[in-house]
């Protein structure tokens, strides 16, 4: 059974920052992995998705890794702002006959401090 | 353009009561997604559309929980008999294509369900 761990489970920083967050899974046999972001009482919205076959993406200021061999993932974010405070989940989907289904981690609440 | 649309934004029901939480896709995605999300967990997955048809609902966690599509649009999730431990974020995601899923899912707000 597939599991994605996230970590740290929180992080606080200063304006400006630049950071890193972690993301881990079980089985390397995966389709692709998506990072989301989740503001409070909202739903999700997808930041950034990875396939498979790819070792990075990036959009803005937001760049994501995948070592699938390993089973890592990070999502890095320069230059922080407070708007980037959000809890942050990293999902992978499954491979095979499978593969719309994801697993998320239980997320990285992050906080940036003006 | 229009997103995903879920209502209502929250529910609060007693113990034993049914409830239907309802969402709309965006339009001309084929595939749907249920996902609960309960305090402090991940994501679960409960149950995958494709246009009408329901090939995956291995996620429900008892036959309590229900789910139909009709018209390749909206979907409603049915729980019957509500206990407390259904309590959770209900996220409803589409896509434009179930299988070789390429692109990413756009969710909902999603329906806070509270069964006290």
């Known amino acids: 059974k597939q599991e994605v761990t996230q970590i740290p489970a929180a992080l606080s920083v200063p304006e400006g920052e630049n950071l890193v967050l972690n993301c881990s899974f079980t089985d390397s046999a995966i389709y692709n992995l998506q990072w989301f972001r989740q503001d409070p009482g909202k739903g999700l919205t997808s930041l950034l998705l990875?396939?498979?076959?790819?070792r990075e993406q990036t959009s803005g200021r937001l760049n994501a890794s995948l070592d699938k061999s390993s089973g890592r993932s990070t999502l890095y974010i320069a230059a922080s702002q407070p708007g980037d405070s959000a809890t942050y989940l990293c999902a992978v989907s499954g491979s095979g006959g499978s593969n719309y289904k994801l697993t998320f981690g239980k997320g990285t609440l992050l906080t940036v401090n003006p | 353009g229009a997103g995903v649309s879920q209502s209502p934004s929250n529910k609060v029901t007693e113990k034993g009561k049914d409830v239907e939480l309802r969402c709309d896709p965006i339009s001309g995605h084929t595939a749907l997604y249920w996902y609960r999300q309960r305090l402090g967990q991940g994501l679960e997955f409960l149950i995958y559309?494709?246009?009408?048809?329901?090939?995956?609902k291995s996620g429900l966690p008892s036959d309590r929980f229900s789910a139909e599509r009709t018209g390749e649009s909206v979907s409603t999730l049915t729980i019957q008999r509500t206990q407390q431990e259904d309590s959770a974020v209900y996220l409803c995601?589409?896509?434009?294509?179930?299988?070789?899923?390429?692109?990413?899912?756009?969710f909902g707000n999603g329906t806070r369900l509270t069964v006290t």
């Open positions: 995601a589409s896509s434009p294509q179930g299988r070789q899923l390429g692109t990413p899912l756009h």
């Open positions: 559309f494709q246009g009408n048809s329901a090939p995956d």
């Open positions: 990875i396939q498979s076959s790819q």
